[in-house]
């Protein structure tokens, strides 16, 4: 979808670029912790549902092509908890709640879950389907497991141990969603790929 595309970009710019200072930003009158949300959302892609509207390439729209292009924003976004749990980025941090709510846009906006549901519908043979199904599924709730572990303990921001705990579990919803694209026949497969590639180079 256009939103998968625009989230990928804006993913891809702010893992590159060096955020200001929190201290710049809050000393122009927004205070700290309201700085440190708004810095965080935008690098985690919150922002990007309320983004301008960029023109649409009607292959976005093919479930398979969905589906490879959320695998990449999950892992931009375990790359980049990574950087933060293991202190390899120190210019914010998160909360809880900045996590749970970057999960339910991600999960809405892209709607993933009938994006599997279509592409079992269209390209999975039947014998393969309750396998697909359970992929489908495991890639789903295991994502939905991110905001929880930020709620252990309740602390106002997120441990280098969540961070890293998080960031597994992006690891660990792609490996569903390549277990689910290996069930697609490979024609199928290999279109969305060159289709994704194509997108990502549009974007570039």
Same mark, same amino acid.
């Given at each position: 979808?256009?939103?998968?595309?625009?989230?990928?970009?804006?993913?891809?710019?702010?893992?590159?670029?060096?955020?200001?200072?929190?201290?710049?930003?809050?000393?122009?009158?927004?205070?700290?912790?309201?700085? /440190?949300?708004?810095? $965080?959302? *935008?690098?985690?892609?919150?922002? =990007?549902? &309320?983004?301008?509207?960029? +023109? #649409?390439?009607?292959?976005?729209?093919?479930?398979?092509?969905?589906?490879?292009?959320?695998?990449?924003?999950?892992?931009?976004?375990?790359?980049?908890?990574?950087?933060?749990?293991?202190?390899?980025?120190?210019?914010?941090?998160?909360?809880?709640?900045?996590?749970?709510?970057?999960?339910?846009?991600?999960?809405?906006?892209?709607?993933? /879950?009938?994006?599997? $549901?279509? *592409?079992?519908?269209?390209?999975? =043979?039947? &014998?393969?389907?309750?396998? +697909? #199904?359970?992929?489908?599924?495991?890639?789903?709730?295991?994502?939905?497991?991110?905001?929880?572990?930020?709620?252990?303990?309740?602390?106002?921001?997120?441990?280098?141990?969540?961070?890293?705990?998080?960031?597994?579990?992006?690891?660990?919803?792609?490996?569903?969603?390549?277990?689910?694209?290996?069930?697609?026949?490979?024609?199928?497969?290999?279109?969305?790929? $060159?289709?994704?590639?194509?997108?990502?180079?549009?974007?570039?």
């Amino acid at each position: 979808t256009a939103w998968v595309r625009r989230q990928i970009s804006q993913h891809r710019s702010s893992a590159a670029a060096v955020p200001p200072p929190l201290s710049t930003m809050a000393t122009s009158g927004v205070p700290r912790r309201i700085a /440190a949300a708004r810095m $965080a959302a *935008a690098v985690l892609g919150v922002a =990007a549902a &309320a983004g301008p509207a960029t +023109a #649409k390439d009607p292959r976005e729209d093919k479930p398979v092509v969905v589906i490879l292009r959320c695998s990449e924003v999950t892992y931009i976004q375990e790359q980049l908890l990574r950087d933060l749990g293991t202190g390899a980025r120190k210019d914010f941090r998160l909360a809880p709640a900045q996590m749970a709510l970057s999960i339910k846009i991600f999960l809405g906006n892209s709607k993933l /879950a009938e994006q599997f $549901a279509m *592409a079992i519908e269209q390209h999975v =043979a039947p &014998a393969d389907r309750p396998k +697909a #199904k359970a992929f489908a599924n495991q890639a789903i709730r295991t994502l939905q497991e991110i905001p929880r572990v930020g709620f252990k303990g309740q602390e106002p921001f997120l441990t280098s141990e969540q961070l890293l705990e998080m960031a597994d579990l992006y690891n660990s919803s792609r490996r569903y969603m390549r277990q689910f694209c290996d069930l697609l026949p490979q024609d199928v497969l290999s279109e969305a790929k $060159a289709i994704n590639q194509a997108l990502n180079a549009q974007s570039m």
